[in-house]
């Protein structure tokens, strides 16, 4: 699961898995911040920021998910750049970076850490 | 060095071609100069009637913008020389600029001939020539009914066609006993006669015209030298063509008996500092009313002032091909048999309309020339044997009898030919030219081999041979075409429609898994979801298919810049009642939408909040509307005119029919968006031309116009049918559509696909009509399973509270997204603009 997991702390329990469709997001509202989820097949999860620095719009989380070259990414559902789920940063345009967040789950519970 | 004076005078096809060539050559020691009397630069004369086909006089130019300014040329744009003085070495002008030359050269071309008849000038009488006369010609029409070509040549047919399209009774009246009397023979012409008048083109021949006879000042009628006349309301000429050699002759030049300037293999006239060029010019007795021996001309003309290559002008071949009225000619070679020891080998099929001859030389192993009419697809191979001398097989008549069904044709391919076979006439381009491009330059598709050998960029008949040419060669190079959909599936979308279908296949997982590696994408995602949506039509928000979806399928409307939605429901035929409006209205202001009329004859919604969507689509539902596919790669309208309704001018009811069009069409998903609309007269008022498919009234049914688009890339559509009845029209447009999807590439309009499908309108012809195929039984099959199993996305979704649950912006908040801020604008709420947010200092957390 996410590497970042092992520093986390103050994990916050958002949603069922079966709440997520597999292969796609959700957006979730973790101490005002707005998370989008993603469950890539069947049980993967990654947490980035669901704000499209593009666009300007809280949308990520809409967007298409799959994979380059076995990388997994979402595309925004506004002007479709690509994401690089693992870490933030956009395929498309290197300057640009999106948070990313600890995210795991727990029996069935998915959890989201901002720290 | 000080530089040359150089004048050109005429900006037509070849005077554009000889600069080009100049610039090529390195004009560095040369102040070119040219006068051209249109008001617009050199434009593709060749194409001329494209005008009528929707082509703008830019689309026509030859001329890339700037590129006389970048190349230092002088141009005098509308001015004409009117005199040459040859001891002073100057041209004056119409304006009367006077310039020096050091070097001149005609390129002036030719004037339409009218013969003298009585009454040639009266009102209503064109020619067709330049842009300007067919402007003149589309804007009389307008005021006409029945139009009157005088001249069944080349060019006469060509304008016979133009006032057909016109929508003009059109009549051809030809002075000798049969059409095309330069290029067919007796039978030949008989079966041109025959198919012309099989498209309601109406043929006289053996008529000469005694007299034009006007009534208020308008043509009104020509009397015939057999007693007979002809009511008309517009004619046009088009009895031959004059060189212009008037300056020529007055400044003393030698021009020949009837007319042209004499030239040698230099293109020099009888004063050696003056060339001539095109169609003015004279050579052995013999004028060039065709482009490409200009063409030749010019490239002589220009490699002889800049010293550059040795090459002659030593006559031309006057082969031609042409598509007159729909209906192919090609006349190539000694087509007369004129050859001493000729022989002729012909076949004539009046029930295909096919008229095919053969000159052989006297032994029967070479071919000399011959004449296709009706069906000339085989032009460029013969022409090649002629020009190659390439032994004929030992039927010879092999090669003009339609293969059986099974056996392959007799006709030699494009890999016989030598290298140094000139496969493109018109701009001189060898195959070993368009091998090298293939080999060297790693081209892989016929675009851009056009754009780089300029091969079949003239008159386009080369345009099949060239394309067999990169087939063969890319074969030979072992490389494979590919039109893959992306990294995770190494098919077509061609190829994965039929994969979805033959092997039953239903949801993403099952392709990926049988066809394709990876977790997918962006781009394949949602086009197979179009196609399993266009194959079995399940709906799209099962779980197998929504994670597929683009956003706005994924939540059935259309995602704005701000993340809200806008919803737009279906109103098909553009007819609303008044209750509908009503509720619509109710909608809108209860939930503060934005409203406004579409471009598509509906009412857009703006500014839903996804939560909002599925509480507004249960009101709407209740209303009576249903979804209207704004989102999806979907048909989305057919746009009516009120027709015979209301209108005192329709023909038929053209709101019903659009109406049961969109009703049975919605919901479609396609490779890319589709759109209609049903006109009900010629006024056109509902743009049909501008339609995937369009449908126009007539008296007797309707037509039937494909691959028309408006958008980006504006196209208009062509006519697949005409006069049909409702049922035909149906049959035809089930059969059309599911033709597209299954073959259009990925986000493909059926304007982009069409002008992609090898074969063109013909090709699409056998296809629909007469089932070539032998697919159409299954094409209608599927559009049946289509239609029986629509339902309104919008319900099913909001019947399912499992789906329902989807339309939220949080997973753990009932909450909307804080972040959206709307502004009102005449009296209306729309988005905030980022540099708004500032103002009132609501920024980013
Ligand atoms: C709403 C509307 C403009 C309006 O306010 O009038 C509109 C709005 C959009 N058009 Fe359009 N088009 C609208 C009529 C048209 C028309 C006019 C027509 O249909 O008569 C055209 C030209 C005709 C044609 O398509 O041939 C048109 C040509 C396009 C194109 C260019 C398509 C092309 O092939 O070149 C796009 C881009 C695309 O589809 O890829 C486009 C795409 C869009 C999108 C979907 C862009 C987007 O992805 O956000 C716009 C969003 C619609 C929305 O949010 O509701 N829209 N668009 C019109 C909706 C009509 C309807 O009732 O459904
Ligand atoms: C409707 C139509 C269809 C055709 N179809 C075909 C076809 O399919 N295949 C084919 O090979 N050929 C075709 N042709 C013939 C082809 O267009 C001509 O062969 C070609 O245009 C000749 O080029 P040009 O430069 O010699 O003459 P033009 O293109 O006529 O150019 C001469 C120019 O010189 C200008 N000019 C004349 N005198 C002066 C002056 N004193 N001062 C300034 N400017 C002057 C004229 O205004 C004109 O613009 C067609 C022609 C027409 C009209
Ligand atoms: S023209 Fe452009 S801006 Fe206007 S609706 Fe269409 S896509 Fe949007
Ligand atoms: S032969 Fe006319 S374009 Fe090639």
Redesign the pocket.
């Known amino acids: 699961m996410q590497p970042s997991q092992s520093i986390a702390t103050n994990w916050l329990t958002v949603c069922d898995l079966e709440d997520i469709l597999p292969n796609t997001g959700v957006c979730a509202l973790v101490e005002g911040q707005q998370v989008a989820i993603f469950r890539a097949g069947q049980d993967a999860l990654y947490a980035i920021d669901n704000y499209d620095p593009f666009s300007k719009a809280y949308v990520l989380s809409r967007g298409i998910v799959g994979d380059r070259n076995g990388v997994p990414k979402v595309a925004s559902p506004i002007y479709k750049q690509n994401f690089n789920l693992k870490t933030g940063e956009c395929f498309d345009d290197a300057s640009v970076v999106v948070r990313t967040f600890a995210v795991q789950l727990v029996g069935n519970q998915v959890q989201v850490s901002l720290t | 060095m000080t530089k040359q004076n150089l004048i050109v005078i005429g900006n037509g096809m070849v005077g554009h071609k000889f600069l080009e060539r100049m610039i090529e050559n390195g004009s560095e020691n040369w102040n070119l100069i040219t006068f051209c009397e249109e008001s617009r630069l050199a434009y593709d004369r060749v194409n001329l009637s494209g005008f009528f086909a929707g082509k703008t006089a830019e689309d026509l130019s030859l001329v890339e913008p700037n590129f006389y300014q970048d190349h230092h040329v002088q141009i005098h744009i509308g001015d004409q020389a009117v005199q040459i003085d040859r001891a002073g070495k100057q041209v004056t002008s119409a304006r009367g600029i006077t310039i020096g030359y050091d070097k001149l050269v005609l390129a002036t071309g030719s004037f339409p001939f009218v013969p003298p008849i009585q009454g040639k000038e009266t009102k209503g009488t064109f020619v067709y020539r330049t842009i300007d006369d067919l402007e003149a010609i589309e804007a009389y029409a307008k005021s006409c009914r029945v139009g009157v070509v005088v001249g069944g040549g080349l060019l006469g047919l060509e304008c016979a066609n133009a006032l057909k399209n016109l929508g003009l009774e059109t009549h051809v009246v030809e002075f000798m006993p049969r059409l095309m009397p330069v290029q067919v023979d007796d039978a030949g012409g008989a079966l041109l006669k025959q198919n012309i008048e099989a498209i309601g083109v109406s043929v006289h021949t053996s008529k000469s015209t005694t007299e034009i006879v006007s009534k208020n000042g308008r043509v009104h009628k020509m009397t015939f030298a057999d007693g007979t006349e002809l009511q008309t309301d517009m004619i046009v000429f088009s009895a031959g063509i004059r060189p212009r050699d008037e300056m020529a002759r007055s400044c003393g030049l030698a021009v020949g008996e009837r007319g042209g300037i004499v030239i040698n293999e230099n293109c020099q006239t009888s004063d050696t500092d003056v060339y001539a060029i095109g169609e003015c010019a004279l050579y052995e007795n013999r004028i060039y009313g065709l482009v490409a021996p200009g063409y030749t001309m010019a490239t002589v003309a220009a490699d002889h002032l800049s010293g550059a290559q040795q090459s002659q002008f030593t006559g031309a071949d006057m082969s031609t091909k042409l598509k007159l009225l729909g209906i192919d000619v090609a006349s190539f070679g000694d087509a007369f048999a004129k050859t001493p020891g000729a022989k002729e080998i012909a076949i004539a099929d009046s029930i295909q309309g096919t008229y095919k001859k053969l000159v052989v030389n006297q032994t029967g192993k070479l071919l000399l020339g011959g004449i296709l009419v009706g069906d000339a697809s085989t032009y460029g191979n013969l022409l090649q044997l002629i020009q190659n001398q390439i032994a004929l097989p030992p039927h010879p008549e092999d090669l003009i009898i339609p293969p059986r069904s099974g056996s392959s044709s007799a006709l030699m391919g494009v890999d016989s030919f030598p290298d140094t076979a000139q496969i493109c006439s018109c701009n001189n381009v060898t195959k070993a030219a368009i091998c090298d491009a293939i080999q060297n330059q790693g081209i892989t598709e016929i675009g851009s081999l056009k754009q780089c050998t300029k091969a079949g960029t003239g008159c386009g008949g080369c345009v099949p041979l060239v394309t067999d040419l990169l087939k063969s060669e890319l074969k030979k190079a072992g490389i494979e075409v590919k039109n893959h959909l992306c990294e995770h599936f190494a098919y077509s979308r061609q190829e994965l429609y039929h994969l979805v279908r033959s092997q039953n296949i239903h949801s993403f997982d099952h392709l990926l898994q049988s066809h394709g590696t990876g977790r997918g994408c962006e781009i394949c995602k949602p086009a197979i979801a179009s196609i399993l949506a266009s194959a079995w039509n399940d709906y799209i928000l099962d779980s197998a298919h929504a994670g597929l979806q683009d956003t706005?399928d994924a939540f059935l409307a259309?995602?704005?810049r701000d993340g809200t939605?806008?919803v737009?429901p279906r109103?098909p035929g553009g007819e609303l009642t008044p209750d509908q409006l009503i509720a619509l209205g109710q909608v809108a202001k209860e939930f503060g939408l934005y409203t406004?009329?579409?471009?598509?004859?509906?009412v857009?919604l703006?500014g839903a909040r996804v939560e909002q969507l599925p509480l507004i689509w249960k009101q709407l539902i209740d209303a009576g509307f249903e979804s209207?596919h704004?989102?999806g790669k979907a048909l989305?309208?057919v746009?009516s005119c009120v027709g015979s309704t209301w209108c005192r001018f329709g023909v038929q009811d053209s709101t019903s029919l659009a109406i049961e069009v969109e009703l049975r069409y919605r919901g479609l998903r396609a490779p890319?968006?589709i759109?209609s609309?049903v006109s009900g007269c010629t006024r056109e008022c509902a743009?049909a031309q501008?339609?995937?498919f369009g449908i126009i009234a007539t008296e007797k049914g309707w037509n039937l116009y494909v691959c028309?688009?408006?958008?980006?890339?504006?196209q208009h559509a062509k006519l697949l049918a005409a006069d049909l009845d409702k049922e035909t029209l149906i049959r035809y447009i089930d059969r059309f559509l599911m033709f597209y999807i299954r073959t259009a590439n990925r986000?493909e309009?059926t304007?982009?696909w069409f002008n992609k499908l090898e074969g063109g309108m013909d090709y699409l012809k056998q296809v629909i009509i007469e089932d070539s195929l032998g697919i159409c039984a299954e094409l209608e099959a599927e559009m049946a399973h289509q239609v029986d199993t629509y339902a309104c996305e919008w319900k099913t979704t909001i019947d399912d509270p499992t789906k329902v649950c989807r339309f939220r912006h949080f997973v753990n908040s009932d909450d909307s997204d804080p972040n959206l801020v709307q502004v009102e604008e005449r009296g209306q709420q729309r988005p905030i603009y980022e540099h708004e947010r500032q103002l009132i200092s609501i920024t980013r957390s």
């Open positions: 706005n259309n995602i704005q939605y806008s737009v109103v406004k009329i579409t471009g598509g004859q509906r857009d703006f209207g704004a989102y989305r309208t746009k890319h968006k759109k609309a743009e501008s339609k995937d028309g688009n408006g958008g980006m890339k504006p986000l309009r304007a982009t």
